[in-house]
């Protein structure tokens, strides 16, 4: 149903700053929660930021003043702008979205990943 297309990854030094980019193909959710989240290599995947259509905000307590999670212009995008890097945010970094169309199930999509470098 949807489809979730990310950019904005790469490789970059301590210290650095990295935008990533997330749009939803379809938009079908009225109320819904756009994120993001990271796998490091043999690691659990974490939340980093979630952001809802109401405008509220959560974030990991390890990116809280680093990190800020915005929408964009165009309907159900979402960025994270990510300063100060630290080579702990290396990962692969995974847009989410879900919501609800009716009634209390939720749907719930993810994107293929974009991989996040920092090198020290």
């Known amino acids: 149903q949807v489809q979730l297309v990310e950019s904005g990854g790469g490789l970059v030094q301590a210290g650095g700053s990295l935008r990533l980019s997330c749009a939803a193909s379809?938009?079908?959710?009225?109320?819904?929660?756009m994120g993001w989240y990271r796998q490091a290599p043999g690691k659990q995947r974490e939340l980093v930021a979630t952001?809802?259509?109401?405008?509220?905000?959560n974030y990991a307590d390890s990116v809280k003043g680093r990190f800020t999670i915005s929408r964009g212009n165009a309907k159900d995008t979402v960025y994270l702008q990510m300063n100060n890097l630290k080579p702990e945010d290396t990962a692969v970094y995974y847009c989410?979205?879900?919501?609800?169309?009716?009634?209390?199930?939720?749907?719930?999509?993810w994107g293929q990943g974009t991989q996040v470098t920092v090198s020290s």
């Open positions: 989410n979205y879900q919501g609800w169309v009716r009634g209390p199930e939720r749907d719930d999509y």
């Open positions: 379809r938009s079908i959710f009225i109320i819904n929660i």
């Open positions: 952001i809802s259509s109401g405008g509220v905000t």
